[in-house]
């Protein structure tokens, strides 16, 4: 009887748990890379926290190639380096 109410439980909890972001999904149109192509895109993030905490920098590249009209692959590199403290590589 437990084991009943557990797995009603746990089948029935998916629709009051929520995480902090929506599901992430992309769709292209038209306007992707043309094939053979590589694109090199530089971008980052800072921010500047309230008093007593550290300034930091999260700069990221991307490259992504364009494989068919319809394909691209791409790869992403971020790190991030908080002041006076470490430098790490994210993702």
Request: hydrophobic content about 35%; aromatic content about 16%.
């Amino acid at each position: 009887m437990k084991l009943l109410w557990l797995t009603a439980l746990i089948l029935s909890s998916w629709v009051l748990c929520h995480a902090q972001e929506s599901p992430y999904f992309v769709t292209y149109d038209h306007h992707m890379e043309e094939p053979g192509n590589l694109e090199i895109e530089v971008s980052s993030t800072t921010d500047i926290p309230r008093a007593g905490q550290k300034y930091y920098f999260a700069p990221w590249t991307e490259f992504e190639y364009g494989v068919t009209a319809r394909w691209t692959a791409e790869l992403y590199l971020e790190g991030q380096s908080t002041w006076q403290d470490s430098t790490v590589f994210t993702g």
